[in-house]
């Protein structure tokens, strides 16, 4: 009777190993690396429809929304699921959705990847006894493209009387005999600085650079004429850094500072500078997904115009006491 028993465990057991080989060749799907591009499907194949997605994940796990092949909503989570279905994935940068609407097929749709550089995704599937990892690369897809950027004239800031101290120092004199003279140029390395801010929520913050690619394009911006916005044509790249051009000003448009015998004074050179900031609404729309974004922002410049230099006395005050 023991005999039998020990036979028929050790038969079991053999029996379970051969299967086990046999399951773990079949759930294999025909290839693990794929290319995929932006908008061209791509399909990974199985012998055998007795796998589940156990995750999906590029350095971490990934989060979306899975739904049946109805279009229901079965839950909002990590990417992961049995049976026939799709998951959605968006992010600023990446959109896709990942569907199995066959039972030995895997199919992942890019609509959008906004990164400068291959993204590698890795879908993992099996069952609970095996699994295998299947690496997508995401090709970068296309940028978004400016349809349009709207200014709000009416709502602009402007402030032509604001004053920045470029410079400063102290000239004691007061041992010499003669004055002595110094030759300022305040305007001949100033510039006039231009920059586009974009308003965010903490969320929507993805740089230009990624959405736009580069070279970043060109936009109308407006100017001053009266102390009022105007559109005269001119361009500038949109990108959120802060850009400086020279201000049409002659570098020898300067004045002599002279600090008399016996004197001892502090020199302050300041800027007077037009600053004017005006909102606007960019709207861009992506030639492959068809996506369209709205962001809202400020154009800003500040333009030097002309200077002053201050003269204070240092000289110690009398001890009338």
């Known amino acids: 009777m023991e005999y039998r028993y020990m036979l028929y465990v050790l038969l079991s057991l053999l029996l379970t190993g051969c299967n086990g080989d046999i399951f ?30 156990k995750g999906v994940s590029s350095g971490s796990a990934l989060s979306g929304t899975v739904y049946d092949l109805e279009g229901n909503v079965l839950y909002k989570g990590f990417l992961s699921g049995g049976g026939l279905l799709r998951m959605r994935y968006e992010d600023e940068l990446l959109q896709f959705t990942l569907s199995r609407e066959q039972e030995d097929e895997l199919t992942l749709t890019v609509d959008e990847c906004l990164y400068d550089a291959p993204y590698t995704l890795y879908v993992q599937t099996g069952t609970d006894y095996s699994v295998c990892d299947v690496r997508m690369e995401i090709q970068p897809g296309a940028k978004y493209q400016v349809d349009s950027i709207v200014y709000s004239l009416d709502a602009f800031y402007y402030w032509p009387y604001a004053s920045v101290r470029i410079k400063g120092y ?5 041992a010499s005999s003669q004055p002595v003279t110094f030759h300022e140029y305040p305007l001949k390395e100033a ?20 959405l736009m690619g580069a070279p970043a394009p060109e ?28 201000i049409a000003e002659s570098d020898d448009k300067g004045e002599s500072v002279t600090v008399g015998a016996g004197e001892y004074k502090s020199i302050d050179i300041y800027l007077q500078v037009e600053e004017y900031e005006i909102p606007f609404t960019l709207y861009v729309s992506n030639p492959e997904s068809g996506n369209r974004r709205e962001f809202k922002g400020a154009y800003r410049s500040s333009q030097p115009y002309d200077y002053y230099i201050l003269k204070s006395n240092l000289n110690p005050q009398p001890n009338n006491l």
Do not use: K
């Open 24 to 53: 773990v060749e079949e759930v294999r799907p025909e290839t693990t690396e794929l290319t995929v591009r932006c908008g061209e499907p791509a399909t990974v194949r199985f012998n055998t429809g007795d796998w589940d997605i």
């Open 170 to 174: 102290n000239v004691d004199n007061r």
């Open 191 to 210: 510039y006039r600085t231009e920059a586009f801010d974009l308003y965010t929520d903490g969320i929507s913050d993805i740089p230009l650079s990624l």
């Open 219 to 246: 936009v109308n911006v407006p100017d001053i004429e009266d102390m009022h916005p105007v559109m005269n044509g001119r361009r500038l790249p949109l990108t959120e850094e802060e850009q400086r051009e020279p």
